[in-house]
């Protein structure tokens, strides 16, 4: 038994506003899809004329009424003509207008059922919701929303208001107990493309289109895919279809892009390309260095997707054991392997949303291969298991690799890369940014100054202009805005600095050269004292190398003793070791 509550969402269009007042003989799509789907909760939308455009629509359009033979006459524009010269005081005075019109024109029409279908009203929307709901006695909740438009094609408020109901709509019951359909065929061509839109846009949700056939088939339901939907509609007119498509840029900035500082160009860019792949369900993959933000790329653009009620489950490859990767990924079955219990992987656990995965490049091709399938299939299977569990997730990635290198290099499987490379985003380091600096230490010093507030003899900390011109001029931050964070946090919590206000050249500089990786009650273990020297004369690849081998001299080459030292994972440490 199907327990899903459906809904339908509908605009009402003008041949709907007829049956309703009897000038065709049939009862309209709407009526006809509402008994034909069994909806529980119906939504119907009115274009309704904005008031300083319904002089206009009057004079545009043709007027019709039922003559005495219970056919259409229509009056051509040059009586529209006429009322433009003569208008009549109320909207209500039309009929007697047109009585006396067609008695000096010797016709008898009949006005028992007139309606004045120059312009949309308030009072069309209301006749047409009474008639419905004498039609429609099933137990069905019919909601009716009455938007004011400029024109029949205004679409970008359309989109902003629809979608407004719709994601309401979302938020009263969870998805799984749900399932929407929206009917394209009453009202405009913008008014169906807005929906289909709508739809696109949310592809985890259980939405289905439905549209009007011939008479013979009656309601049926479509299954077109969005592209093809959209180059028709380009076919058709091109003008209109490059507005509706320029919704999307007019929207209000999604909620978690409100905090990303991005004065630049360069990052700008990014950013308004992560806000446009967000709408969709594509792969993306965010390339740049290590500490430029790809992970908190991701997650903006998980946040601002129609996946943003599931969870973001995040992996950095990297860092797992190569032995792991696959359960920690897949999940495990009870006795996979000793001491292997019935678990969970990411994919699965990410259900209807969205899994991250950090420093793909770090992958063996053996793994690659596990993730290639489960992206080609939507399947998984949970290591030592024999039954495959379907999927439904969306897949982001990163590095800070040159992949096509590494496909060179037979490092990495093409056919992966052009699964998780539809949008591509590469992020600039912060050196190539440096316009963004002052405003990222404001905001990255607020935030110490939050989170150190309840330290004794604490001061609310500022940069000097002279730290703030060398940091945006001087310093290359090889370490980008992880590095940058941890330097102001370095600089506030230095000791002599605690119950000072300002951060000095001095102590900003310190910070810099100070970046301490790991600290026991025997040793420190900061850069300085291991090479003795300032940051900024290496590569940060042989200061992470000389580091990692120092920690292996200082703990007898026992690994794990030296990853622990350097508060680094096992794998880490390898791939540490390891760099040339």
């Given at each position: 038994?199907?327990?899903?509550?459906?809904?339908?969402?509908?605009?009402?269009?003008?041949?709907?506003?007829?049956?309703?007042?009897?000038?065709?003989?049939n009862?309209?799509?709407?009526?006809?899809?509402?008994?034909?789907?069994?909806?529980?909760e119906?939504?119907l939308?009115?274009?309704?004329?904005?008031?300083?455009?319904?002089?206009?629509a009057?004079i545009k359009?043709?007027?019709e009424?039922?003559?005495?033979?219970g056919?259409?006459?229509?009056?051509?524009?040059?009586?529209?003509?006429?009322?433009?010269?003569?208008?009549?005081?109320?909207?209500?005075?039309?009929?007697?207008?047109?009585?006396?019109?067609?008695?000096?024109?010797?016709?008898?029409?009949?006005?028992?059922?007139?309606?004045?279908?120059?312009?949309?009203?308030?009072?069309?929307?209301?006749?047409?919701?009474?008639?419905?709901?004498?039609?429609?006695?099933?137990?069905?909740?019919?909601?009716?929303?009455?938007?004011?438009?400029?024109?029949?094609?205004?679409?970008?408020?359309?989109?902003?208001?629809?979608?407004?109901?719709?994601?309401?709509?979302?938020?009263?019951?969870?998805?799984?107990?749900?399932?929407?359909?929206?009917?394209?065929?009453?009202?405009?061509?913008?008014?169906?493309?807005?929906?289909?839109?709508?739809?696109?846009?949310?592809?985890?949700?259980?939405?289905?289109?439905?549209?009007?056939s011939?008479?013979?088939?009656?309601?049926?339901?479509?299954?077109?895919?969005?592209?093809?939907?959209?180059?028709?509609?380009?076919k058709?007119?091109?003008?209109?279809?490059?507005?509706?498509?320029?919704?999307?840029?007019?929207?209000?900035?999604?909620?978690?892009?409100?905090?990303?500082?991005a004065?630049g160009?360069?990052?700008k860019?990014?950013?308004?390309?992560?806000?446009?792949?967000?709408?969709?369900?594509?792969?993306?993959?965010?390339?740049?260095?290590?500490?430029?933000?790809?992970?908190?790329?991701?997650?903006?653009?998980?946040?601002?997707?129609?996946?943003?009620?599931?969870?973001?489950?995040?992996?950095?490859?990297?860092?797992?054991?190569e032995?792991?990767?696959?359960?920690e990924?897949?999940?495990?079955?009870?006795?996979?392997?000793?001491?292997?219990?019935?678990?969970k992987?990411?994919?699965?656990?990410?259900?209807n949303?969205?899994?991250?995965?950090?420093?793909?490049?770090?992958?063996?091709?053996?793994?690659?291969?596990?993730?290639?399938?489960?992206?080609?299939?939507?399947?998984?299977?949970?290591?030592?298991?024999?039954?495959?569990?379907?999927?439904?997730?969306?897949?982001?990635?990163?590095?800070?690799?040159?992949?096509h290198e590494?496909?060179?290099?037979?490092?990495?499987?093409?056919?992966?890369?052009?699964r998780?490379a539809?949008?591509?985003?590469?992020?600039?380091?912060?050196?190539?940014?440096?316009?963004?600096?002052?405003?990222?230490i404001?905001?990255?010093?607020?935030?110490v100054?939050?989170?150190?507030?309840?330290?004794?003899?604490w001061?609310?900390?500022?940069?000097?202009?002279?730290?703030?011109?060398?940091?945006?001029?001087?310093?290359?931050?090889?370490?980008?805005?992880?590095?940058?964070?941890?330097?102001?946090?370095?600089?506030?919590?230095?000791?002599?600095?605690?119950?000072?206000?300002?951060?000095?050249?001095?102590?900003?500089?310190?910070?810099?050269?100070?970046?301490?990786?790991g600290r026991t009650?025997?040793?420190?273990?900061?850069?300085?004292?291991?090479?003795?020297?300032?940051?900024?004369?290496?590569?940060?690849?042989?200061?992470?190398?000389?580091?990692?081998?120092?920690a292996?001299?200082e703990?007898?080459?026992?690994?794990?003793?030296?990853a622990?030292?350097?508060g680094?994972?096992?794998?880490t440490?390898?791939k540490?070791?390891?760099?040339?």
């Open positions: 038994m199907n327990s899903k509550k459906n809904i339908l969402f509908t605009w009402v269009g003008m041949v709907d506003i007829k049956a309703a007042t009897g000038k065709i003989s009862s309209g799509p709407v009526l006809q899809a509402i008994q034909k789907g069994k909806y529980d119906i939504h939308f009115f274009y309704i004329n904005s008031e300083e455009n319904t002089k206009s009057l359009k043709e007027f009424w039922l003559n005495s033979d056919k259409y006459i229509s009056l051509s524009k040059k009586y529209g003509q006429l009322i433009k010269s003569s208008p009549p005081s109320e909207s209500g005075t039309y009929k007697s207008f047109f009585e006396d019109w067609c008695k000096n024109n010797k016709r008898n029409p009949k006005f028992e059922n007139f309606l004045d279908i120059t312009s949309n009203t308030t009072q069309m929307a209301d006749r047409y919701i009474k008639w419905i709901n004498d039609k429609y006695t099933a137990h069905s909740e019919i909601q009716s929303h009455k938007f004011e438009l400029d024109n029949e094609n205004d679409s970008n408020s359309m989109y902003k208001k629809t979608l407004k109901v719709v994601e309401t709509t979302f938020k009263q019951s969870p998805r799984r107990d749900r399932e929407i359909t929206f009917f394209l065929s009453p009202g405009t061509p913008s008014m169906a493309f807005v929906w289909t839109m709508i739809a696109f846009s949310n592809p985890i949700q259980n939405i289905k289109l439905i549209a009007s011939d008479h013979s088939q009656g309601i049926r339901d479509l299954d077109i895919p969005f592209k093809i939907y959209v180059e028709k509609v380009h058709r007119s091109r003008q209109e279809s490059q507005k509706l498509i320029k919704i999307f840029e007019d929207l209000e900035e999604p909620a978690s892009f409100l905090e990303m500082i004065i160009p360069a990052i860019s990014c950013k308004d390309e992560a806000k446009s792949w967000a709408y969709g369900n594509e792969a993306v993959l965010i390339l740049g260095e290590t500490g430029t933000g790809k992970e908190a790329f991701a997650k903006a653009i998980h946040e601002a997707s129609a996946r943003k009620e599931a969870y973001i489950k995040c992996i950095n490859c990297g860092a797992i054991p032995n792991l990767i696959e359960s990924l897949f999940g495990t079955t009870k006795g996979a392997y000793s001491g292997a219990i019935e678990k992987g990411l994919f699965e656990e990410a259900k949303g969205t899994v991250f995965l950090d420093e793909i490049g770090d992958l063996r091709l053996q793994h690659q291969v596990a993730i290639l399938r489960a992206l080609q299939e939507n399947k998984i299977r949970r290591v030592g298991g024999n039954k495959d569990i379907d999927i439904d997730v969306r897949i982001l990635t990163a590095t800070n690799k040159n992949l590494e496909i060179s290099k037979n490092n990495f499987r093409a056919d992966l890369f052009y998780i539809v949008g591509i985003i590469k992020l600039p380091p912060l050196r190539e940014r440096k316009e963004d600096i002052p405003e990222l404001n905001y990255y010093l607020d935030k100054n939050h989170n150190c507030k309840d330290i004794p003899t001061k609310s900390k500022s940069i000097s202009a002279e730290a703030l011109k060398y940091a945006v001029e001087q310093y290359e931050w090889p370490g980008n805005i992880r590095e940058l964070i941890n330097v102001l946090t370095r600089a506030s919590r230095i000791p002599l600095n605690i119950g000072s206000r300002l951060i000095d050249l001095e102590t900003f500089k310190k910070s810099i050269a100070c970046i301490t990786v009650s025997q040793n420190d273990y900061s850069l300085e004292s291991m090479i003795n020297t300032e940051l900024g004369t290496f590569k940060l690849e042989e200061v992470i190398k000389f580091c990692a081998n120092k292996m001299k703990t007898g080459n026992r690994k794990n003793l030296a622990k030292l350097l680094i994972t096992r794998p440490l390898d540490y070791l390891k760099m040339s």
